[in-house]
């Protein structure tokens, strides 16, 4: 792939449920790191929100609050609004670009900021960059979570992390169809990055190396909450 449009929208939208190892797990570990207030609304920012699925579980598990979901893709934009037009004005959508600065004043403060599956598409310096800017998104006691793809540092790592991808998309696959038909489009789509990577479009980071990155933007108790098949959920909170 060149680069990411709607297309690759589209194929993520049919496919996902089957490329993303233990995706159900990944968002409920996201909404579980929410520190939620019992009394008082808050706000979620979602960076990337694709069609909706991490919003729609966190307005499900907090009654009392609302998502702001931004994203490149009008597809993606299009799904995420049908999907959670019956949270109403809980949900508002938003089309921004992720390596543009010119949003980042505009959100905030918000009790979490999430985003899943997405900021792999940013070199190092973008991350590092966005990663202070959302510091000062978040409010005091706040959390920043984030669902990637993470580059490991040794060739035995990229081994193990493109062969863990495989069997967990050809497990989900016979789970969820009986077949392995959702593997084989994922072959064909040369969808794992470790197996077939594509520098312009997939930039994956190290996780050692964004974790400190967090920590020198001033975020606090900076962890490791999940890692499988070179996914990981990973954040940390604003003091």
């Keep these: 792939m060149e680069r990411w449009n709607d297309e690759d929208s589209k194929l993520f939208m049919d496919l996902g449920r089957y490329f993303v190892p233990e995706r159900e797990y990944q968002i409920g570990a996201i909404c579980a790191l929410i520190p939620v207030s019992t009394y008082e609304p808050f706000e979620v920012l979602d960076l990337c929100c694709g069609e909706g699925l991490l919003a729609e579980a966190i307005l499900e598990a907090f009654p009392r609050c609302s998502v702001r979901g931004l994203d490149g893709s009008p ?141 020198d933007a001033g975020f606090e108790g900076v962890d490791v909450f999940l890692m499988y098949a070179g996914h990981a959920v990973f954040g940390g909170m604003r003091p």
């Design 75 to 215: 597809a993606m934009l299009e799904a995420a609004t049908k999907r959670l037009a019956r949270f109403g004005d809980r949900f508002a959508a938003g089309e921004f670009d992720l390596t543009s600065s010119s949003w980042r004043g505009a959100y905030g403060p918000v009790r979490a900021a999430v985003s899943s599956l997405a900021f792999h598409h940013l070199d190092g310096a973008q991350k590092r960059a966005l990663f202070r800017d959302v510091y000062h998104m978040v409010q005091p006691g706040g959390a920043f979570i984030i669902a990637d793809l993470v580059m490991p540092v040794s060739e035995a790592g990229v081994r193990l992390a493109a062969r863990s991808w495989d069997e967990a998309v050809r497990e989900r696959s016979l789970k969820l169809l009986g077949d392995e038909r959702a593997f084989e489009r994922f072959e064909e789509e040369r969808w794992n990055l470790y197996r077939y990577p594509d520098p312009e479009v997939d930039k994956p980071s190290a996780l050692y190396e964004q974790l400190r990155w967090l920590d």
